[in-house]
């Protein structure tokens, strides 16, 4: 059978090969496919924004009638709902138009890089206290999305690397599948490939990779499967600390095993199999903490660097803040995002009613995390979720520094 | 056998999220086009009942079943376009053989001549089976999926194909 399995497939990639080049056909097709499509929400959603319009309209035709027949009579008094730790709050105006004037900072200032909620064909950046804004000048091919380095400086678009100034650093040397993750001093990135580019069904070894933007790749270490439906990725990658983890997924997105890599020699540091209770696994940017929820996602164990358990938090942990003492909670079943110092579980901010968690990012070098979070007032319109992004401080502070974007 | 579906990118692509829908079906696009080029045997048109499909699929994602997998549920989109294609437009004037002579960037090696015709003269849905199967890589289950048939008739039909075309082929072989 194997002798005509070969045969077979040696007829099929004859005939394959009058399909030409696939190189760019994936995107393309999608971005196409996408665009004739209309915008298709789930029942639920319309269903809630529509009783939340009729609540709304009903509330504010009951206020109206309220104020009509009390203002004059009676003073307003404000109600205050005591909390027991710090809310959003928001003391940055985000815009309201594209922006016009380019970002004006020195390189060395962290930012972070999002669409323009007026023209998604423009790439912005604001200043961790949402301060400053401004748009960049190099746009590149947006439909893949943006993923930045933890500073801000540099982004890729998936295919190439980019300055905030649109000059392209260098290509992305991956096998077109993915990017990988950017290591924490925003010049290499570590990438797992296999040598297909459509890797089979059952699976073939991958290869944890260093990449630095020069286009010099070194290999650390075979470690992990990479599959059609299922494959390995990096969740943490350590210029300064020198590891990496690497975690094996399954199609569903969850981890079965992961691995901490050691990257000048490529040993395994430590490993743990999940496999008996696979979950979303998350490390801290520096590989030192690596954090396991519970299948309900109601506690995550925090491991530290030797693998030794070092704490537990009430909550499924999303990410670390960048020394690793602050984790960021949530989960996409609808639980609202929360801030927490892990060591002893103390929640120190709690987003908006409403809000789902969609992305964090720690600040580089500094004590913020910034928490993106998804809310009903701002439906999804493009090709990517928008959100609203607060930046948490470690006293629970929260200042909102962008409304309305697509990271 | 069971196939556990992307839940996480699903549930997000389900309720409007793009980015999560290029996740979830990003990585079938290009075997996706493969099968359509086995069936139609012309990139264009391929191409064109590809993005029909992931169009299809984008609509009709809120009926992939919790747990449900994506792949064969994808390519069995892709294969219902390419038989429409067949029946509906000028494909009805393409004889399907001529699929597999139009590849022609390499001879064949004189061995397979005889495969590649017992090949073209397989009926198309065994035909479909062996390039899933075989050139796709897929597990049986996902096979019988994408034919919409039972994971039995699946495996019956591949192996009457292959029998067709090794008659010697042994029961222990199936």
């Excluded at chain 1, 499509?37 to 319309?46: G, H, K, L, T, V």
Aim: glycine letters at 8%; aromatic letters at 8%.
């Amino acid at each position: 059978m194997e002798k005509l399995r070969h045969d077979i497939n040696t007829v099929f990639n004859r005939q394959q090969s009058g399909l030409g080049s696939t190189a760019g056909v994936s995107d393309r097709l999608l971005r196409q496919a996408l665009a004739s499509a209309p915008a298709r929400r789930s029942f639920a959603p319309q269903l809630a924004a529509a009783l939340a319009t009729l609540l709304l309209g009903a509330a504010l035709a009951y206020v109206v009638v309220l104020t009509h027949g009390h203002l004059k009579s009676q003073n307003p008094v404000t109600r205050v709902t005591p909390t027991t730790h710090p809310t959003a709050s928001a003391t940055s105006t985000p815009s309201a138009t594209a922006l016009a004037q380019p970002l004006s900072v020195p390189a060395s200032t962290p930012v972070i890089i999002y669409f323009d909620p007026l023209d998604a064909r423009q790439v912005d950046g604001v200043t961790w206290d949402g301060a400053q804004r401004g748009k960049l000048s190099g746009l590149g091919d947006p439909s893949s999305g943006l993923y930045q380095n933890p500073e801000g400086s540099l982004y890729t678009t998936f295919r190439d690397i980019r300055d905030r100034s649109g000059h392209t650093s260098s290509i992305n040397v991956g096998n077109g599948k993915q990017f990988g993750k950017w290591a924490d001093d925003g010049q290499h990135y570590c990438q797992m490939v296999s040598r297909s580019t459509l890797p089979p069904a059952g699976g073939e070894p991958g290869t944890l990779r260093f990449v630095t933007l020069s286009g010099a790749v070194r290999n650390v270490v075979q470690v992990g499967l990479m599959g059609q439906q299922f494959g390995s990725s990096v969740a943490a990658c350590s210029q300064e600390r020198n590891r990496a983890v690497v975690t094996q997924n399954a199609s569903v997105g969850t981890t079965t095993q992961f691995w901490v890599v050691e990257l000048s020699s490529g040993r395994i540091l430590w490993s743990r199999s999940l496999a008996d209770s696979p979950t979303y696994v998350s490390a801290s940017r520096d590989g030192q903490y690596v954090a396991i929820p519970s299948v309900d996602g109601a506690m995550t164990t925090i491991y530290g660097p030797t693998g030794a358990v070092a704490g537990r938090v009430h909550g499924s942990v999303r990410g670390f803040s960048w020394d690793g003492s602050l984790v960021v909670l949530g989960d996409y079943a609808g639980a609202r995002p929360m801030v927490s110092r892990w060591r002893d579980d103390t929640v120190l901010w709690t987003a908006p009613q409403g809000a789902t968690y969609s992305q964090d990012l720690p600040e580089p070098g500094g004590s913020r995390v910034a928490v993106a979070v998804m809310v009903p007032g701002h439906p999804q319109t493009g090709g990517y979720p928008t959100v609203d992004v607060y930046a948490v401080s470690p006293d629970g502070t929260a200042v909102q520094i962008l409304s309305n974007v697509s990271l | 056998m069971t196939f556990p579906a992307d839940e996480r990118f699903r549930d997000r692509a389900v309720a409007g999220d793009e980015a999560a829908f290029a996740e979830l079906v990003g990585p079938l696009v290009e075997p996706a086009l493969r099968l359509a080029y086995s069936m139609v045997g012309d990139r264009s048109e391929a191409e064109d009942a590809t993005q029909e499909a992931l169009t299809s699929a984008w609509r009709k994602l809120g009926q992939l079943r919790p747990g449900m997998p994506v792949r064969p549920w994808f390519f069995a989109i892709v294969a219902n376009r390419c038989r429409n294609m067949r029946r509906t437009r000028w494909f009805g004037l393409v004889r399907l053989p001529d699929v597999f002579q139009q590849a022609a960037s390499a001879e064949p090696a004189v061995e397979n001549l005889d495969l590649e015709r017992a090949m073209a003269r397989l009926p198309f849905k065994d035909r479909q089976a062996l390039f899933l199967r075989f050139y796709l890589d897929l597990p049986v289950e996902e096979v019988a999926v994408a034919l919409g048939t039972s994971t039995t008739a699946a495996k019956a039909r591949i192996y009457r194909a292959c029998h067709r075309l090794r008659p010697d082929l042994s029961e222990e072989d199936r």
